[in-house]
């Protein structure tokens, strides 16, 4: 059966699955609302409209899109299958909000100033 290597196609679909989680933040054992969740503060975070002096929003915003896609409807683009892009640095590129501590210690810090 030459070309039905399903094996290797296992292989990606795994390696989609856990990049697509490490983009939006959010663990394995997850649900649909904290995906869901994830997916909305990283999309706030890394829209092109909220950062317009940042070239590389739109790029980021579509990885972003393209990870919820898959982990919500199994529906894969070629953005997961590229170079490791897990790390989003936000847009003074301080904190990685790609992951909850992240995401928090950025929180913290504009709402409640500089942690110590």
């Known amino acids: 059966?030459?070309?039905?290597?399903?094996k290797a196609?296992?292989?990606?679909?795994h390696e989609r699955d856990r990049r697509a989680r490490a983009?939006?933040?959010?663990?394995?054992?997850?649900d649909a609302a904290?995906?869901?969740?994830?997916?909305?503060?990283a999309?706030?975070?890394?829209?092109?409209?909220?950062n317009p002096q940042d070239d590389e929003a739109a790029a980021r915003?579509?990885?972003?899109?393209?990870a919820y896609r898959f982990l919500t409807e199994g529906e894969a683009c070629g953005a997961l299958d590229g170079p490791e892009r897990a790390t989003?640095?936000?847009?003074?590129?301080?904190?990685?909000l790609d992951?909850?501590?992240?995401?928090?210690?950025?929180?913290?810090?504009k709402y409640f100033g500089e942690l110590q």
């Not at 059966?1 to 399903?6: E, K, R």
């Not at 904290?34 to 503060?41: L, M, S, T, V």
């Not at 999309?43 to 909220?50: I, K």
């Open 1 to 6: 059966m030459p070309g039905n290597n399903w």
């Open 9 to 13: 196609e296992i292989a990606r679909l």
């Open 23 to 30: 983009i939006l933040g959010v663990s394995g054992s997850s």
């Open 34 to 41: 904290e995906i869901r969740n994830a997916f909305r503060r």
């Open 43 to 50: 999309s706030l975070a890394h829209h092109p409209d909220t």
């Open 61 to 66: 915003f579509r990885l972003i899109c393209c």
């Open 88 to 96: 989003i640095p936000d847009a003074q590129g301080r904190y990685h």
């Open 99 to 109: 992951n909850p501590w992240g995401y928090w210690c950025w929180w913290h810090d």
